[in-house]
T-cell receptor, first 116, second 114 residues
Framework: AQKVTQAQTEISVVEKEDVTLDCVYE???????LFWYKQPPSGELVFLIRRNSFDEQNEISGRYSWNFQKSTSSFNFTITASQVVDSAVYFCALSGSQGGSEKLVFGKGTKLTVNP | EPEVTQTPSHQVTQMGQEVILRCVPI?????FYWYRQILGQKVEFLVS????????KSEIFDDQFSVERPDGSNFTLKIRSTKLEDSAMYFC????????????FGPGTRLTVL
């Protein structure tokens, strides 16, 4: 069975601090994809990144960076120099190839509050 | 930029009533999904739909639920006889190529069952 664990329920930081959101996953698939979505207070789900299981290169996009480590089944997300607009719930998700399933399996999310 | 749209944004209904939630996926996408999120909890998969048929459904998606693509643009979720526990945010999503592709989500419909 596939499972995503986001152990941090809530994180609170002060603006300009760096913050890392943890994601640990479980899957028996050899091919799978990992995703991060952002859910701001307005409620929509915003796609941030997709990473496949064969690509362990870290990725940086502006203030966002992602660290994928297959050895520890982790796909952590770091926000550098956090801003108030980063306040949201962040979900890590997994999509595997079990029987061709396309469904996303989400973690429970981490609520990030960035205080001014 | 193309986006997934959903109507209504908020639906209030009485227990036992039927509701239809509507979605317009991104126009060139072929794979469609419904997810739900009970308040404060994680997002849960309900059903996926491709080529005019259900490709996968979860345990939540029982006989009370159905999906339909009545025309070339809309994708609907029907709940035949709503229960209190159906109260949740329902998200529609679409993707271009299905497996492994990012799914783009609509803004959600908040369903409140009284």
């Amino acid at each position: 069975a596939q499972k995503v664990t986001q152990a941090q329920t809530e994180i609170s930081v002060v603006e300009k601090e760096d913050v890392t959101l943890d994601c640990v996953y479980e899957t028996r698939d050899t091919t799978y994809y990992l995703f991060w979505y952002k859910q701001p207070p307005s409620g929509e789900l915003v796609f941030l990144i997709r990473r496949n299981s064969f690509d362990e290169q870290n990725e940086i996009s502006g203030r966002y960076s992602w660290n994928f480590q297959k050895s520890t089944s982790s796909f952590n997300f770091t926000i550098t120099a956090s801003q108030v607009v980063d306040s949201a719930v962040y979900f890590c998700a997994l999509s595997g190839s079990q029987g061709g399933s396309e469904k996303l399996v989400f973690g429970k999310g981490t609520k990030l509050t960035v205080n001014p | 930029e193309p986006e997934v749209t959903q109507t209504p944004s908020h639906q209030v209904t009485q227990m036992g009533q039927e509701v239809i939630l509507r979605c317009v996926p991104i126009s060139n996408h072929l794979y469609f999904y419904w997810y739900r999120q009970i308040l404060g909890q994680k997002v849960e998969f309900l059903v996926s739909f491709y080529n005019n048929e259900i490709s996968e459904k979860s345990e939540i998606f029982d006989d009370q639920f159905s999906v339909e693509r009545p025309d070339g643009s809309n994708f609907t979720l029907k709940i035949r006889s709503t229960k209190l526990e159906d109260s949740a945010m329902y998200f529609c999503a679409s993707s271009e190529q299905g497996l492994y592709n990012e799914q783009f989500f609509g803004p959600g419909t908040r369903l409140t069952v009284l």
